[in-house]
């Protein structure tokens, strides 16, 4: 009996991520350790927003899903982000690079026009989407802007 899939759902889009975008992108766990070099333009953040670290890595709730309490629905939703930096300060060229990412996520959801993708999370869920009021922050700093989108990815399961 599982009592919840929010585990298995951050592994599956953690391990999802990290083979999409191989060694072009880091893909973070959580929130990165304080003096982690940044060396790649492209970031993702699997249940974090450096713009909301006061975030829960994930909320949810469950309720029983038939009479008898022998199996429970659970929706929950994992908070994440994407970030494009760049050493220009053209901000278009930050956000098409940042909704890129956003969008080699999307993917990994739902696949489109062929590619491949898995709303279930390999399992771990009935059907999972991004959701949750998608934001797009921009900065401006002396190493070079950035554009960061914060989003959730929503899930439903059954547990049995």
């Known amino acids: ?22 060694t072009t992108a880091h893909v973070f766990d959580g929130p990165p350790v304080g003096d982690t070099q940044l060396s790649l333009d492209d970031r993702i953040w699997i249940g974090f927003s450096p713009v909301s670290p006061d975030l829960p ?6 309720q029983f899903a038939a009479l008898g309490a022998r199996s429970r629905d659970e929706t929950f939703a994992v908070v994440c982000a994407v970030e494009h930096f760049g ?4 901000m278009r060229q930050l956000r098409d690079g940042a909704f890129a ?30 959701s949750g009021g998608i934001e797009v922050h921009q900065a401006q700093t002396p190493a070079g802007a950035s554009v960061l989108i914060q ?3 929503q899930c439903r399961a059954r547990l049995t």
Do not use: K, W
């Open 1 to 22: 009996m599982s009592t919840s899939s929010i585990g298995a759902a951050v592994d599956y889009l953690l391990t999802a991520c990290t083979t999409a975008l191989g």
């Open 57 to 62: 890595a994930a909320t949810g709730d469950q």
């Open 87 to 90: 050493g220009t300060t053209a």
């Open 101 to 130: 990412l956003l969008a080699t996520v999307e993917t990994l959801l739902r696949g489109t026009g062929g590619n491949p993708g898995d709303c279930t999370l390999g399992g771990a869920v009935l059907f999972a989407q991004l």
């Open 151 to 153: 989003f959730h990815v």
